[in-house]
């Protein structure tokens, strides 16, 4: 931690957050650094009838060199609205002080996009995430 102003968890739930916290944490003590390391964390989530397919089809083909891994990842994933607030609200919990949600239904929404240039939200707090989904829902 002593070049970097903290530490990214990347596509995890919020159960594992803790844990993830601590490590960047104790360098950054270790380090010698005053205040702690930002913490920023990753969630996918899909909402609505193609939720399912959208999750599966994602993860699927970006991780599928993880072979059996996977359906773990795809059981773990937000696919509700309520699941989705809990996994915002989890990684407040847990320290985090900002979180991208990241949509898996951006292939079929917009096919042209290559790789994964999929939309993301970068969100402050709990109550501005909770609200963002909302307002995307409403939309």
Same mark, same amino acid.
Request: charged letters at 25%; one cysteine or more.
């Given at each position: 931690?002593?070049?970097?102003?903290?530490?990214?968890?990347?596509?995890?739930?919020?159960?594992?957050?803790?844990? &993830?916290?601590?490590? +960047? @944490? /104790?360098?950054?003590?270790?380090a010698?650094?005053?205040?702690? +390391?930002?913490?920023?964390?990753? %969630?996918?989530?899909?909402?609505?009838?193609l939720?399912?397919e959208?999750i599966? !089809?994602? &993860?699927?083909d970006?991780?599928?060199?993880?072979? +059996? %891994? *996977?359906?773990?990842? *795809? /059981?773990? !994933?937000?696919r !509700?609205?309520?699941? *989705?607030?809990?996994?915002?609200?989890?990684?407040? @919990?847990?320290?985090?002080?900002?979180?991208?949600?990241?949509?898996?239904?951006?292939r079929?929404?917009? +096919?042209?996009?290559?790789?994964?240039?999929?939309?993301?939200?970068? &969100?402050?707090?709990?109550e501005?995430m *909770?609200?963002? &989904? /909302?307002?995307c829902?409403?939309?």
């Amino acid at each position: 931690m002593r070049w970097s102003d903290g530490y990214i968890a990347g596509g995890i739930g919020s159960g594992s957050g803790r844990k &993830l916290h601590d490590v +960047p @944490d /104790e360098s950054w003590k270790r380090a010698g650094r005053a205040g702690r +390391p930002s913490f920023v964390c990753c %969630a996918y989530f899909a909402l609505g009838h193609l939720a399912e397919e959208d999750i599966r !089809t994602y &993860l699927g083909d970006y991780y599928g060199y993880l072979g +059996p %891994a *996977v359906a773990a990842m *795809v /059981e773990a !994933t937000a696919r !509700t609205e309520d699941r *989705v607030r809990a996994t915002i609200h989890g990684f407040a @919990d847990v320290g985090g002080d900002k979180v991208i949600l990241l949509s898996m239904d951006c292939r079929r929404r917009a +096919p042209k996009i290559k790789g994964n240039g999929c939309p993301a939200a970068l &969100l402050d707090d709990s109550e501005e995430m *909770v609200s963002s &989904l /909302e307002r995307c829902q409403s939309q």
